[in-house]
């Protein structure tokens, strides 16, 4: 039976319920890959990566923030997958993705800042996997249009084996609650059920 969790959005009155997928959509993700024979200061070409591309034959942790550079994006969430990333192994998880409506310039460039060399950054610039898996929420209210909710998946071979969905997912929310998408409460899920 698929997860549910509760949705309000802007032309709602009261929440609605939301059926969570239990496979990762197939989407082509448009993204910036630095490649040598390119001369310059900006040796990096386009290159079509698909949801086979990163989910398929391996066991990951996806998790998807409302934007790069963002306060707790960059204070505690991607900075703490990173840290964390040889515990993650030690689970038996192969890669850390990190997805957000953000092109791929921005997430490249959130990236060097940020100084993350284990994740991988994952550009949803047109928002079609965050919509498709149902995360997709409107920041109006802080000037970022459409953007996606704060959550994470274990993802087995494509197959979304658990949720993390940080409560009261509403458009133009007024706060921004973090907890339940921390590395931290994802390890003691993954320690707990191994």
Same mark, same amino acid.
């Given at each position: %039976? ?5 949705? #309000? &959005? ?43 591309? +990163? @989910? ?6 996806? @998790? &998807? ?8 994006? =960059? ?14 192994? =030690? ?5 850390? +993705?990190?997805? &957000? ?14 100084? /993350?060399?284990?994740?991988? %950054?994952?550009?949803?610039? =047109?928002? #079609?996997?965050t919509e498709a898996m149902q995360m997709?929420? +409107?920041?109006?209210?802080?000037? @970022?249009?459409?953007? =996606? ?12 084996? #658990? ?5 009261? %997912? ?11 998408? &921390?590395?931290?409460? /994802? ?8």
């Open positions: %039976m698929a997860e549910k969790i509760k949705y #309000k &959005s802007k032309w709602d009155d009261e929440p609605r319920d939301v059926e969570l997928p239990d496979i990762v959509p197939a989407v082509v993700f448009k993204t910036r890959v630095r490649d040598d024979s390119i001369e310059g200061p900006n040796p990096f070409r386009w290159e079509d990566k698909t949801t086979y591309d +990163y @989910f398929a034959g391996k066991r990951v942790v996806l @998790f &998807s923030l409302p934007g790069a550079f963002t306060p707790t994006c =960059s204070t505690y969430q991607l900075p703490g997958f990173e840290n964390n990333f040889s515990e993650f192994k =030690s689970l038996g998880i192969k890669d850390i +993705y990190c997805v &957000s409506v953000n092109d791929g310039f921005v997430m490249n460039c959130w990236a060097k800042d940020q100084k /993350i060399k284990k994740v991988k %950054m994952i550009p949803d610039g =047109s928002c #079609k996997f997709d929420v +409107y920041k109006d209210n802080l000037g @970022f249009g459409r953007r =996606s909710w704060r959550y994470a998946c274990v993802v087995n071979n494509g197959q979304i084996e #658990k949720w993390f969905v940080e409560p009261g %997912m509403e458009d133009n929310c007024e706060n921004d609650p973090y907890g339940e998408t &921390s590395p931290e409460n /994802i390890l003691k899920w993954l320690r707990d059920n191994a």
